[in-house]
């Protein structure tokens, strides 16, 4: 989810470092010096602010996401959601005022985290979710190939993100993307993605699920260290 979010947001990366690096911190303020409570309230503050703004480009990103989904054909639609408390919260409140619920939730766990060993609440604790966008069915009541479908719908409406923010779609790479997808979803997706305008670059170990391309696509082998035509 986090490399998504810095594909577009490349700020995010920072923010998640610098919150990890408080984390770290307080867990082992909490451990050996349990009683520098300026200290941990400094610690405390800086998690709460990145979090937050970590959490709102996470929730940013599900909403472009979710509101433009991949249209290129028929292949099934993901959606995109999350499970976190303080996204809950940025939903309905102002940045500030979660960073200030935020604060309040550390200081209130510190005998808890410090017995527990970890920080309860914070950006690391969220969930990233997914659902087919037609059936509602979520990806861990899903079979292999349903899961598969999510993810690859997840990234051909990223690329279609990107393509929406910036004027060009990225070179979409996809290592065996057929694998596990039943025929009309293997159909479905080599037919959407001949819609894209975009290099595509698909791996597999069979050619014949991808005689869809024929005449269509490029067929290269690799052999010895050698790409050569097939």
Excluded: Y
């Excluded at 911190?25 to 941990?40: H, I, K, M, Q, V």
């Excluded at 997914?130 to 059936?135: E, G, N, R, V, Y």
């Amino acid at each position: 989810m986090d490399r998504l979010v810095m594909a577009l947001t490349p700020d995010h990366a920072r923010q998640m470092a610098a919150h990890e690096r408080s984390v770290s911190s307080r867990n082992r303020l909490l451990a050996d010096r349990p009683n520098e409570t300026l200290w941990l309230a400094s610690l405390e503050d800086s998690i709460a602010r990145h979090a937050v703004a970590a959490c709102a480009a996470r929730l940013s990103l599900v909403e472009s996401m979710n509101a433009h989904p991949f249209s290129g054909g028929d292949f099934p639609q993901s959606i995109l959601s999350l499970n976190c408390d303080i996204t809950r919260k940025l939903m309905s409140a102002s940045a500030l005022q979660v960073e200030d619920w935020l604060r309040a939730k550390l200081r209130d766990s510190r005998t808890e985290d410090r017995t527990r060993g970890s920080t309860s609440v914070g950006a690391h604790k969220a969930d990233f979710l997914l659902s087919d966008a037609k059936t509602g069915r979520s990806a861990e009541l899903s079979s292999s190939g349903q899961q598969k479908a999510m993810l690859i719908g997840v990234v051909l409406s990223h690329a279609a993100l990107i393509e929406q923010s910036r004027g060009d779609a990225p070179v979409i790479l996809l290592d065996e993307p057929l694998l596990h997808l039943d025929e009309p979803r293997r159909d479905a997706l080599l037919v959407s993605l001949l819609n894209l305008n975009t290099p595509v670059l698909l791996t597999g170990t069979d050619a014949e699920p991808f005689s869809a391309l024929t005449g269509k696509a490029g067929f290269f082998n690799v052999q010895d260290g050698h790409i050569q035509p097939a």
